[in-house]
């Protein structure tokens, strides 16, 4: 079945890091690909909307230019959290459509644990 | 406001029984629904999905069900067992022309041996 790859699985930097996080898609080309970020107990909020070859768009209050996206493959989207501080800590997870239209199933990452102290 | 509600308290039940699962919605008109699993320090898992001119859907002992006129779907585990214990979502998607979901805050289950 498809997979979806996130490394890494955690990070632990000091403040002021720049911290990059990886999505692939193993055996499927993604056109398309989201990012997430997760807060305990708290529902996935989506961050923003990575496209092959063009820019990402961003969900309403998320900064882009402290969440930097690239999506540089068609198996290949990256997070990129400027200059962290600790109250970017949180869960980041991808994931990706492997259908050509809007209504099938998305494949997650296992996600990203990023603890900035 | 839009909203997506689903049970914040765990469900706790005794192995064997049905889980019953809700999940409603406010402001939405999303041409599909979709349920998902989520363990602890995991990525959610795709279980089912329900599109709008469907009542009901079936997979193996996962049953779900969407009332548009309610606005509600209903996720159903029968015969649970200890394994089916983790956090379910609902999500909501078709509502413009991008693949976006909008996710639920999850309910989490616990099934008792």
């Known amino acids: 079945g498809a997979v979806v790859s996130q490394h890494p699985s955690r990070v632990i930097c000091k403040s002021g890091t720049s911290v990059k996080i990886e999505c692939r898609s193993l055996?499927?080309?993604?056109?398309?690909m989201f990012w997430y970020r997760q807060f305990p107990k708290k529902s996935l909020m989506l961050m923003a909307t990575?496209?092959?070859?063009?820019?990402?768009?961003?969900e309403q209050g998320v900064e882009k230019d402290k969440f930097l996206i690239n999506h540089a493959s068609l198996t290949l989207s990256t997070l990129t959290v400027t200059s962290a501080h600790p109250e970017d800590s949180s869960f980041y997870i991808c994931?990706?459509?492997?259908?050509?239209?809007?209504?099938?199933?998305?494949?997650f990452g296992d996600g990203t644990r990023l603890s900035i102290l | 406001s839009q909203k997506i509600e689903q049970n914040s308290e765990a469900l706790n039940i005794q192995e064997g029984k049905t889980a019953t699962l809700t999940c409603n919605y406010t402001?939405?008109?999303?041409?599909?629904l979709q349920w998902y699993r989520q363990d602890p320090g995991r990525g959610p898992v795709f279980l089912l999905l329900i599109r709008e001119n469907e009542k009901e859907k079936r997979k193996e002992r996962l049953k779900v069900t969407f009332d548009t006129t309610l606005k509600q779907s209903l996720f159903h585990i029968t015969a649970s067992q200890p394994a089916d214990s983790a956090t379910y979502l609902c999500?909501?998607?078709?509502?413009?022309?991008?693949?976006?979901?909008?996710f639920g805050s999850g309910t989490r289950l616990l099934v008792r041996p």
């Open positions: 055996d499927f080309q993604a056109t398309t």
């Open positions: 990575s496209n092959e070859g063009s820019k990402a768009t961003y």
């Open positions: 994931s990706a459509p492997t259908g050509g239209t809007g209504n099938q199933p998305q494949h």
């Open positions: 999500a909501l998607g078709g509502m413009d022309s991008s693949y976006k979901l909008i």
């Open positions: 402001n939405y008109s999303p041409a599909y």
